[in-house]
């Protein structure tokens, strides 16, 4: 797999993530759309697999895009946090199936502390 598409790969699965995360599940967690439980189920459900799949666009020797190189030099802590972000984004999708939106929420709060704690680190400011 060249560079490019690796990147490519990449940044889309993190276009559908922000999609479902920041503006589908993000506007109800922020109180700006009503709560739909049935919708808010169904898009955890779609994050839960979603963020499964970027990870994968990493390999070995496609540096660039909005990465920074300390993803592949840092490999194994990288790694640990696209780990926790997945095992956050489950716990978040164990939340939405609850239909409490309470717990929702307070899930949705620490999935994005886990994209947040990554960011941080590996992608260019
Ligand atoms: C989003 C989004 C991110 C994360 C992050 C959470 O909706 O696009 O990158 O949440 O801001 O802190």
Redesign the pocket.
Known sequence: ESPEDAIEYRQAAFKL??NV???RL?DVARGDVEYDAEAVKQNAATLKVLMNLPWDGFGEGTQGGNAEDKVWSNKADFDEKAEASIKAVAALDEAAQSGDLNKFKAAFAD???S??TC?DSYRKK
């Open positions: 993530v922000g995360f920041g503006s993000g999935a994005g502390k994209c947040k960011h």
